[in-house]
């Protein structure tokens, strides 16, 4: 019964907890990242196929 129900619903209250409790870090962070490194944050980059593959 605990392991079913009680520990689903403690570890969703929980996440949900740390997620509010961390997310004016996450995005202080995310801003600092901007304001360093620029934009776009995530980028492609085109590679050169080996052959044979």
């Known amino acids: ?3 079913r129900f ?3 619903c403690l570890d ?3 996440s ?3 997620l ?3 997310s004016p870090v996450l995005l202080i962070v995310a801003l600092l ?3 360093k490194l620029g934009s776009p944050i995530i980028f492609k980059q ?3 196929r080996i052959l044979g593959e």
């Open 46 to 48: 085109q590679r050169s």
């Open 33 to 35: 990242v901007r304001c």
């Open 1 to 3: 019964m605990y392991k």
């Open 20 to 22: 509010i409790i961390l």
């Open 16 to 18: 949900l907890i740390a």
């Open 6 to 8: 009680v520990k689903r």
């Open 12 to 14: 969703f209250v929980l």
